[in-house]
C-alpha cells in the first residue's frame, strides 16, 4: 500500500490534476479582489444581484476568495504538488539517473536492433574507431571487445534540477504567504512613526517593532514642470531612538533592514507655515481638491476674524511657491518661499508642510523563490546538453556499433556516420 501511495504521488496525471487546482485558485484571485474591505465587497458583489448569479460577498468571504493566497485549501494545495515533485524526483528521475551512470554493455548482435541508429561492419580496426569516440568526448568503458560510450550525462540531471527548483519556490511562496506582511504609511517630514497601518499580513506573521523618522522630502521636476522622481530621507532608530540606519530612497530603489523593505510610493501636502506682520508664524491646514490629472491643495487666510475677508492660496507642487487669489477669485500672483508678496497681503510664507508616503512590506520568501528561478533557468541552459550512447561489440571480423540519444537525432546521425566513414 505505501508503494503505491508513493507511485499514485509519483505519477504525472496527479501532479498534473494538481497543477490545474492551483491555477483555477490563482485565476480566482486574479479575478476577485485580494485583502480588501468586507465594504468592498459588499458593494461590488451584492446579494440581490449576484454575479454570475452565485457570487456574493458572503459566498466570497465563506471560502475565503477574499484571500485566496493565504487560505488552507490553497496552501494545501502547494503542498500536495510539493510532495508529488519530490516523490517523483526520488522514486523516478534519481534511479534514472544512477541507471544513466552505469556501465550498459552489449553482449549480443540482436540487442542493437532496438536501437534507433545501428549497423554492421567489416574489416574495420576496433583500435581505431575506439580513439575516433575518444576524440568525440565520450566516457568510454571496455570489457575485451566490448565498448559502451556515453556523453552529456548533465543533460539528465536537469530534471531533477527543474523538481528541486520548483519545490524551492513553492516553499518561498508558502513562507511569504504565512510569515509576509505590508503596510501604508503617510508620515509628515521630521516625524517618527511605527508601523500600524497593515494593509495584509500572514498568519505567522511578527511585525517589527523598530521605529522610522523621516528626517526629509522632496520632488525633483523636469524642465516642463513635471514631476521627475520623488526622494524621502530615512532613519531606522532602534528602541531607544538611536539611529541604526539612513538611507535615501526614491521610487524602484528601497531601503532595506532585516528583511523589511520601505518603498517611496505616494506624498501629500498637509499645510502651510505663515509669517504675519507681527512676525508671528502661523500655521494653515491644506484641503486637497479632487482632480483626475493633478494634485491640487487649497487654503484659506483670513484677514479678520468673522473670515469673511482674505485669499485663497492654492498649490500643486513643492516647487515653492503657491498661487493667490482674492476673495473674488481674482488671481493676483505666486507667492514665493520666504519672499514678501505686496503691501495689500501682509504674510511671508516660511514654509511648506509635506509628508511622504511609505509601503513597509516584508516577504521572507524571496531569497527561496528566487534561488529557485535561478536553478529554474540553469536547468533550462543544461537540459539542451544532448545525453547520447554508443555501444560496440566485436565478433571476429565483424563490428556491430549502434547508438541512441534524447534529442538532436539529427546531429547524432551525423556524428554516427563520421565515426564508421
Known sequence: ??????????????????????????????????????????????????????????????????????????????????????????????????????CQFFRTSSQFRKLKISTKLKNFNLTQLFFKVKKNQYSIFQQKNILYCYKGLIGKIAPIIVHLSMILILIGTII?????????????????????????NGQLAIIPKTSTRINDFWITYSKKTTINQFYSDISILNNIGNEIKQETIYVNSPAKYNAISYYQTDWNLLGLRIKNDKSTILQYPLVSLLNERDKIWISWVSLNQDLTDGFTLLINNLQGYCSIYDKF????????????????????????????????????????????????MFSTLISYVTYSQIWIVQDRKRIFIGGNTTRATFDFELEFFKLIK
Open 1 to 102: 500500500m505505501r508503494q503505491r501511495l508513493f507511485k499514485s504521488l509519483a505519477d504525472l496525471r496527479f501532479a498534473i490534476g494538481i497543477l490545474l487546482l492551483i491555477a483555477c485558485s490563482s485565476i480566482i484571485g486574479t479575478v476577485i479582489e485580494q485583502d480588501q474591505s468586507i465594504e468592498t465587497y459588499k458593494i461590488n458583489y451584492p446579494l440581490t444581484n449576484q454575479v454570475f448569479g452565485f457570487l456574493s460577498w458572503d459566498f466570497i468571504l465563506k471560502f475565503g476568495f477574499d484571500h485566496v493566497y493565504k487560505t488552507w485549501w490553497f496552501i494545501s494545495f502547494i503542498l500536495l504538488f510539493g510532495v508529488s515533485l519530490l516523490t517523483c524526483t526520488l522514486i523516478q528521475q534519481v534511479p534514472s539517473l544512477k541507471i544513466a551512470r552505469r
Open 176 to 200: 511569504s504567504s504565512l510569515g509576509g506582511f505590508k503596510a501604508q504609511e503617510i508620515i509628515p517630514k521630521t516625524e517618527t512613526f511605527h508601523i500600524q497601518n497593515i494593509l495584509n
Open 329 to 376: 477669485g481674482r488671481f493676483l500672483g505666486n507667492l514665493e518661499l520666504n519672499e514678501s508678496f505686496k503691501p495689500n497681503f501682509p504674510f511671508i510664507l516660511t514654509e511648506i508642510i509635506s509628508s511622504t508616503g511609505l509601503q513597509i512590506k516584508m516577504d521572507p520568501g524571496i531569497p527561496l523563490i528566487y534561488t529557485g528561478f535561478g536553478f529554474l
